[in-house]
């Protein structure tokens, strides 16, 4: 044991993980590959400032590893850690000449290994040889330390003495490290380092919700990097950080589980278009305050990868973080007998039969019996289905095939929604979600196992909360510079982490009603619950470097997709068209995308799943249309154009519910009210979360006068899109003209003040959200040189006149006569 070169290492290496460990380690160039030098060449520091820049480098690649679940090699790293510090010490040592001192030194390192195996002292070590080493080699090992003699301890009993204390691995996590590549070699250890702050909030508001809530200012404590960014990082004039993509992930938690088995991705998505509730709120408050957004290199994988939960799961696989995302099964959205067994095979369901009927939703349902059926291309958990593995074939044969008789429940349905009430949308909850099914035009589902997460409490019930974190991604040390190819590689990006928080289901965890009630989130309806720091902090570690790799690199290619899904060319073609639709820009190349796509559908057999595709190919020529065309500044001529198209769609797949709203939309815009109403009612029967036809409808009310309805579908609109300015509008606007007619219609004696005062009121008030709102300043005509509503001369008229009124006993509002462009249309592409 004479220090001299690396001879310590490798007999320290020895005494304390055994002979065969040390020669695969050898063997594969490990010691070479962390520390820059050559294959199998091991390191020889040779002064302090190398042994701390080294330890630094070390910390940064064991944290990664462990992300990854590498966990041999995270174990190693941290060995390797222990003997920088210990051959630290003996190198102050050799320079005092102090020999017996360091030989002393070395028969403690051994005997205190031993007593390390006995005593359970070193969860590290332990945990490494738990996880990676065989019985047989652990034996060895413990032979090695002289223990023979005193009973071999078996790895059940490491299990049991040393599994509750495997969470020190994160011990030394006070010193953050940045999750980025730049942290690889030793010569860039330093930049890894960072300073954790709270965001400089601006607002007076944001400090006093900060002070009232210390456990969620602690999470964000731990969330937020300093607002000054890193080195290099593009900044706005108005000092904000300008970022790539803003995105979330919902995932489930449980840090009763061994590392690398704690964390379940359930979906990704775009933080734009997400809702922050509660104890959300801060993050997109610091969000807006901090950041902007800038579309580029990068941004078309962006927006697909993150609303598609089939590509997200195969490129987080790809990229070697399977251990992240739920064990999943994908199948064509056809109906088939084999389904069920096929599906409860590949998620090994412990159900005795995947065939049988019945079943009840008391709370003693077995977890692993379960599966979870999903459509790829939805969010807020339209369509989320959890069926025990016996209600399989029920389930399945009811989602994939819609009633014969469906288009003349739609035709009637429509016409008692615009001619009568509303109330037809009040769905029970179930059949909500069958219709997501019917009229989704994704040609593929995903089942996957339910995944839980570890007991939040509120109210003094036990809930299984999903977790939302927030994250921001950003080129690294580029300023605004573009990549030459067009994409970024996921060592140009880095992440950083806004802050977390717990979405709760509608019921606790012993409450008897259906599965999806206790572990489907719903925040809007439950409520939400801050996330500890600590707890962030630990997610953050075993999502590591993921999301880079995920949205880095190039857009799938072509022949990689048709070769990753040959069993399906009908998902292949979708994502090519999805992937090229995307595009906001570049006109040219979605066109000769979505030609690419078509010739890829040609692989697939005539059947449903090739007419969603085929469908989803029309509705997309008619967006091409309208955007060639500018979009909302097309004219009418340009729309009629495009809702030929459309109409096209919806003659391939008659309930497509996109297809649907869009020939809506294109009539509302060229001026056939009566059609517009017809088919957006047919596409929101099919479709409750279509927050378009909500809004679109009301300005189709709206033109034709009919203010009941318009005061209806606003309120629906607004009870599932709370906050929605174009509703508040519409509701604003329609409750006045409402007022008015009141006063004008009924003689002096009929009128009845309360109903007037109740209009009135509900006017001023729902207008002045639709003004005040984030959106408004965009549709200021005095801005824009905009025609139409909102903010036209008649709607200030309104509001002054409403406001006025508020609380005035028997009112007697003015008429204001509207435009005929009345109404704030709303425009989502939803490719």
């Known amino acids: 044991l004479k220090f001299q070169g690396g001879s310590l290492q490798r007999a320290s290496l020895l005494r304390l993980v055994g002979p065969a460990l040390l020669r695969c380690a050898q063997r594969s160039g490990f010691f070479g590959q962390h520390s820059g030098r050559g294959r199998g060449q091991m390191a020889v520091p040779s002064t302090s400032e190398t042994l701390h820049l080294e330890a630094q480098s070390l910390r940064w690649w064991r944290q990664r590893a462990v992300s990854r679940r590498k966990f041999i090699e995270a174990a190693l790293l941290t060995i390797r850690m222990d003997l920088l510090d210990r051959q630290q010490m003996l190198l102050d040592y050799d320079r005092q000449g102090s020999t017996s001192q360091a030989e002393i030194f070395l028969e403690e390192m051994r005997q205190e290994a031993a007593q390390a195996m006995l005593a359970g002292a070193d969860p590290l070590l332990a945990l490494h040889l738990l996880l990676e080493v065989p019985s047989k080699q ?158 580029g290199a990068g941004s078309q994988k962006y927006s697909v990868v993150s609303t598609d939960k089939r590509l997200t799961h195969d490129l987080m696989v790809d990229a070697g973080f399977d251990h992240l995302v739920p064990k999943q099964v994908c199948l064509p959205r056809r109906w088939s007998p084999d389904f069920p067994r096929h599906i409860a095979r590949a998620l090994a369901l412990n159900g005795s039969s995947a065939d049988s009927d019945g079943g009840d939703d008391s709370d003693a349902v077995d977890t692993d019996d379960v599966a979870v059926l999903k459509l790829c291309n939805r969010a807020r ?76 409490r509120h109210e003094g019930k036990a809930f299984d909360g999903t977790m939302r974190v927030s994250f921001v991604l950003r080129q690294r040390h580029m300023g605004d510079a573009q990549p030459s190819a067009g994409f970024f590689e996921p060592g140009d990006l880095e992440v950083e982490w806004l802050g977390g928080y717990w979405k709760l289901p509608c019921a606790d965890r012993t409450a008897v009603g259906t599965l999806r009630e206790r572990y489907v989130s719903a925040a809007s309806a439950s409520g939400t619950l801050p996330v500890a720091g600590g707890l962030l902090q630990e997610v953050y570690t075993e999502l590591g470097d993921s999301m880079q790799h995920l949205f880095g690199g190039p857009m799938p290619a072509h022949e990689w997709l048709l070769q990753k899904y040959a069993d399906q060319p009908e998902f292949a073609a979708f994502l090519i068209a999805r992937l090229g639709m995307s595009s906001t820009k570049d006109l040219a190349r979605a066109a000769v995308e979505l030609k690419a796509a078509r010739s890829a559908l040609t692989r697939a057999t005539e059947g449903d799943t090739r007419r969603c595709v085929s469908s989803f190919f029309a509705r997309c020529d008619g967006i091409l249309v309208l955007k060639s065309a500018g979009g909302r500044s097309a004219n009418q001529e340009t729309w009629r154009a495009a809702s030929e198209h459309f109409a096209r769609a919806a003659r391939i797949m008659p309930r497509n519910a996109n297809a649907l709203f869009w020939k809506g939309f294109a009539e509302l815009n060229a001026g056939s009210l009566e059609d517009a109403v017809t088919f957006m009612n047919q596409a929101l029967l099919l479709d409750p979360d279509l927050k378009g036809a909500y809004i679109n409808l009301g300005v189709a009310y709206l033109r034709q006068r009919k203010y009941e309805r318009t005061v209806q579908i606003s309120n629906f609109g607004l009870h599932r899109f709370p906050k929605t300015p174009q509703c ?104």
Not at 160 to 182: I, Y
Not at 414 to 428: E, Q
Not at 780 to 805: H, I
């Open 728 to 831: 508040h509008y519409h509701l604003g606007v329609a409750a006045y003209q409402q007022a008015v007619l009141l006063f004008e219609d009924v003689a002096d004696e009929g009128r009845d003040p309360l109903l007037m005062e109740i209009a009135v009121d509900v006017a001023a008030t729902n207008l002045q959200l639709a003004r005040d709102s984030g959106e408004a300043p965009a549709f200021l005509p005095s801005k824009t040189g905009r025609v139409e509503s909102p903010w036209l001369d008649e709607d200030r008229r309104m509001f002054d006149e409403a406001t006025a009124l508020v609380g005035t006993p028997s009112p007697a509002p003015l008429a204001v006569h509207l435009p005929p462009v009345v109404g704030w249309i709303f425009m989502h592409w939803r490719i």
């Open 381 to 456: 958990g339209a369509g989320v289905l959890m069926v025990k593995s016996s209600d399989l074939s029920k389930v399945l044969r009811q989602i994939l095939e819609p009633p014969k008789n469906l288009d003349v429940l739609l035709s009637e349905g429509a016409w008692r929604m615009s001619t009568v009430d509303a109330s037809l949308l009040s769905f029970d909850v179930t059949e909500e979600h069958w219709r997501h099914w019917w009229g989704n035009e994704a040609p593929s589902f995903v089942a996957e196992q339910l995944c839980t997460s570890m007991t939040v």
């Open 138 to 295: 652990l034996r060895c090992m413990l032979n090695e330390f002289g223990l023979s003699g005193k009973g071999c301890i078996e790895k059940q009993d490491l299990v049991e003495r040393l599994g509750w204390r495997s969470d020190r691995l994160f011990e030394d996590s006070d010193e953050e490290v940045n999750f980025g590549r730049q942290a690889a070699m030793p010569a860039r250890a330093a930049e890894a380092e960072t300073t954790w702050k709270l965001p400089n909030y601006a607002t007076t508001s944001a400090a006093a919700s900060a002070a009232a809530a210390p456990s969620q200012t602690a999470g964000r404590s731990a969330a937020s990097l300093s607002s000054s960014g890193p080195e290099g990082t593009a900044k706005t004039p108005a000092g904000k950080t300008t970022v790539l993509f803003w995105g979330i992930i919902d995932l489930k938690y449980d840090a009763c589980r061994p590392i690398g088995e704690r964390l379940k991705i359930l979906e990704t998505g775009d933080g734009t278009k997400s809702k922050f509730s509660h104890d959300g709120a801060y993050i997109e408050r610091a969000f807006r305050e901090r950041f902007k957004l800038k579309s």
